[in-house]
């Protein structure tokens, strides 16, 4: 199995190299014993181990620098080391430099197990970290965001443009256009990418409680504050703070937000002194802004400090030639994280899937109010539910073929709408009158109760004369 744990353990005393060999064998585990630290490095250097057990001293090269050689090859590898009472100080010198735990002789093999169980533990736990954090910079990354249609290549043109600056940008859209995801790329593009990346939704928190999140406060600032809490300005100091929704803050906390962009300091609630922060701001809204600055329902020098540089994020309905794009960008992603998931999750997605025409038609036509989340979920949806190796019209919700059969019986009502329907009656019964008339206007008008005028006027509107 790939995903066994593998030990290498180093002891020159046969007896605990067999019987602690054994014991870890029984349980499962894929091991390594020899008995000296060069035989050590050299399977090291063969293939990498989760698990390194050494006894401290060893013939040759001590324990604790078998530790940091082993690590300098494999920094994953986490080391236990095992010593004699004499040896303790050793050992603790040994965890300074980044040895997992010790084992004092004599040990009982419960002892050992329980450690080496919870070495492996920790190990896992790392993996997962390091795989979460790559699929976390994977995700943003510019290169991970779809489109080709001329709204969004002016959009990565302007992301890339402000990422090499240090201004305030304000990204508009509709909800689930990709607004955190345009605001994490300019990030990690950013010279600051290696700092924080903070983001804070202004509209899900009430006035108080936003302010002490943003701000901070001091140890007893107010009941409950127990201690001091660093605000997330304070957090995204060298990194970039994003202000979700920020159409929903407060008039008190818009004017103490304009103070922090204009001095880039700030006092934290019940505190005294100033904070210096160095942040970028980037903020979102899905709200007409620039509207509510105009009507006083938002502070109009907020609004031009926040709106230094503005990136439009067009909805998925104004760029249907990026749906396919997108259907194929989201399938991977979803087969690929159900294959990589870390060990003891359960991955419920077939490998790869395709999609038929007309489901891929469906998904094409639709008016996708929430837009490309919207997207996203239904086709997490329809790999989830959807049987076949194909995704057809069956596992799409039923909004969608609604929709399209709306879509269609409009073109077939269209033509039939009141205006035109009545135009054409007009037409025939003026002709009609006419020619039972004789072409006398005057006597046709008379027939039909209108005056004369207007009848000349209609006619001259269907070009009958
Ligand atoms: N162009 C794109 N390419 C790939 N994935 C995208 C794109 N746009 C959006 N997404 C994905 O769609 C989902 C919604 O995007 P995001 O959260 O950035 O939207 P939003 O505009 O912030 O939404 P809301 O207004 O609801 O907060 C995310 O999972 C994001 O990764
Ligand atoms: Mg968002």
């Known amino acids: 199995m790939a995903n066994t744990p593998r030990i290498l353990l180093v002891d020159d005393d046969k007896n605990i190299r067999e019987t602690l060999g054994l014991v870890l064998r029984k349980e499962g585990y894929d091991v390594v014993v020899v008995s000296s630290s060069k035989e050590a490095i050299e399977e090291n250097k063969k293939s990498q181990f989760t698990l390194l ?23 994953e590898t986490l080391a236990i080391i095992i010593t004699a009472h004499a040896g303790l100080e050793s050992a603790i010198r040994a965890i300074r430099l980044g040895a997992y735990d010790y084992i004092q002789k004599p040990f009982k093999m419960e002892e050992i197990l329980l450690t080496v169980k919870r070495a492996l533990q920790h190990a896992e736990l790392l993996r997962q970290n390091v795989y979460l954090k790559r699929e976390l910079k994977d995700k943003y990354h510019p290169d991970n965001i779809v489109g080709t249609t001329p709204g969004m290549l002016r959009t990565f043109d302007l992301i890339r443009k402000v990422a090499g600056t240090n201004v305030t940008v ?20 950013s010279q600051r990418g290696n700092g ?19 701000f901070g406060y001091e140890k007893g600032a107010f009941t409950g504050a127990v ?13 970039t703070l994003f202000l979700d929704e920020i ?33 970028r701001l980037i903020s979102a809204t899905n ?11 938002f502070r109009e020098d907020l609004y031009y400090r926040l709106n230094v540089v503005t990136i439009e994020l067009p909805p998925l309905r104004e760029r249907k030639d990026d749906i396919p794009l997108l259907v194929q960008h989201f399938l ?3 087969s690929k994280s159900s294959q990589n998931l870390p060990r003891g999750s359960t991955g419920s997605f077939a490998s790869s899937k395709t999609v038929s025409k007309p489901a891929m038609a469906l998904l094409t036509n639709y008016s996708w109010p929430g837009n490309v989340r919207e997207l996203e979920n239904v086709l997490e949806r329809a790999m989830v539910l959807g049987t076949g190796d194909t995704i057809t019209p069956e596992d799409l919700p039923e909004g969608l073929v609604v929709d399209e059969l709306a879509r269609t019986n409009q073109s077939i009502v269209e033509p039939l709408n009141f205006k035109k329907a009545r ?22 008008a008379r027939k039909s109760g209108i005056s004369r005028r207007y009848f000349h006027q209609k006619i001259k509107k269907y070009k009958i004369y």
Not at 61 to 75: E, W, Y
């Open 53 to 75: 057990i050494t006894d401290l001293k060893l013939p040759d090269i001590d324990g604790v620098q078998l530790i940091s050689a082993v690590r300098k090859t494999n920094p």
């Open 170 to 189: 304000l990204i508009r859209g509709e909800s689930g256009t990709g607004k955190e995801l345009a605001a994490r790329a300019i990030h990690h593009m």
């Open 196 to 214: 924080k990346f903070v983001p804070l939704s202004c509209g899900a928190l009430p006035e108080t409680l936003l302010e002490s999140e943003l």
């Open 227 to 239: 201690s001091r809490k660093p605000g997330l300005f304070e957090m995204a100091d060298g990194g």
């Open 247 to 279: 159409g929903d803050l407060s008039p008190s906390t818009q004017i103490k937000v304009l103070r922090v962009l204009q001095e880039r300091e700030f006092q934290p609630v019940g505190g005294v002194k100033q904070i210096k922060v160095d942040i």
């Open 287 to 297: 709200k007409d802004l620039e509207k509510a600055a105009k009507d006083g329902k």
């Open 332 to 334: 991977k992603q979803f």
């Open 423 to 444: 135009d054409e009656f007009e037409e025939q019964f003026l002709r009609k009158i006419l020619d039972i008339c004789g072409g006398n206007i005057s006597e046709a």
